[in-house]
């Protein structure tokens, strides 16, 4: 079976500018999060979509947006970049919306706002 | 809100030695427990989980008991390897009926083995 895989591996943005980041779930997973991991931190919790719909948030702003599409791959966007927006973010699947069994993560893609 | 801490790192052992890292964690409800390892340049894999009291979840050599008395979910190794040269990170996942707030991590424990 494939796992998650995230794309660009890495990219590099100016302030202000905006970016969307994308992940292809693991096959049979309808639920999808991305966290943003900084240097030497764990994980924080963006969002997570489960059919289509956002049914969960953390604590970020607005500017932070998200999609999933029919075959469960999703995207996260973000607008007007700032430099803590620095950053690795990671995108994990799941077979269901609890997470009680776990969460399938992909390499990560890692954004470098200047 | 909830929260996980584990032990500041790194740590730094020699090959063969005992090894544990210590995860307390604060929740309300029943979550589940994970630790998570990630290898460098890597993102995270699910190394073992505990979904209620008093199971134990176990991979890889590695074991980890859900003590809710304690609050605790140590992660333990018998006899470490060069290749368990990682950050672990210990993890929760609320209970949840509808919603959904995602996994709450620690810092992470960066795990030097020498040879």
């Known amino acids: 079976e494939t796992g998650v895989t995230q794309s660009p591996t890495h990219l590099i943005k100016t302030r202000g500018q905006q970016v969307t980041l994308r992940c292809s779930s693991q096959?049979?997973?309808?639920?999808v999060s991305w966290y943003q991991q900084a240097l030497g931190q764990g994980p924080q919790f963006i969002f997570q979509?489960?059919?289509?719909?956002?049914?969960g948030r953390g604590n970020f702003p607005p500017r932070f947006s998200g999609l999933q599409f029919p075959n469960y791959s999703s995207e996260l966007n973000v607008n007007a970049l700032e430099l803590d927006d620095s950053a690795l973010y990671l995108c994990?699947?799941?077979?269901?919306?609890?997470?009680?069994?776990?969460?399938?993560f992909g390499s990560g893609t890692r954004l470098t706002v200047v | 809100g909830d929260s996980v801490t584990q032990m500041e790192g790194p740590v730094t052992l020699s090959e063969e030695a005992f090894l544990t890292i210590n995860c307390t964690y604060t929740?309300?409800?029943?979550?589940?427990l994970f630790w998570y390892v990630q290898y460098p340049g890597e993102g995270l894999q699910l190394l073992l989980k505990?979904?209620?009291?008093?199971d134990k979840g176990s991979n890889k050599g590695f074991e980890a008991t859900y003590r809710k008395e304690t609050t605790s979910f140590h992660l333990e190794k018998g006899s470490v390897q060069v290749s368990d040269s990682a950050v672990y990170f210990c993890?929760?996942?609320?209970?949840?009926?509808?919603?959904?707030?995602?996994?709450?991590f620690g810092k992470g424990t960066h795990l030097i083995i020498q040879p």
């Open positions: 994990a699947s799941s077979l269901e919306a609890t997470g009680t069994y776990g969460y399938t």
């Open positions: 096959s049979g997973h309808n639920t």
């Open positions: 979509y489960y059919r289509e719909e956002e049914n």
């Open positions: 929740a309300t409800g029943y979550p589940s």
């Open positions: 505990a979904t209620k009291a008093d």
């Open positions: 993890a929760l996942s609320p209970y949840s009926g509808g919603g959904a707030d995602g996994l709450t």
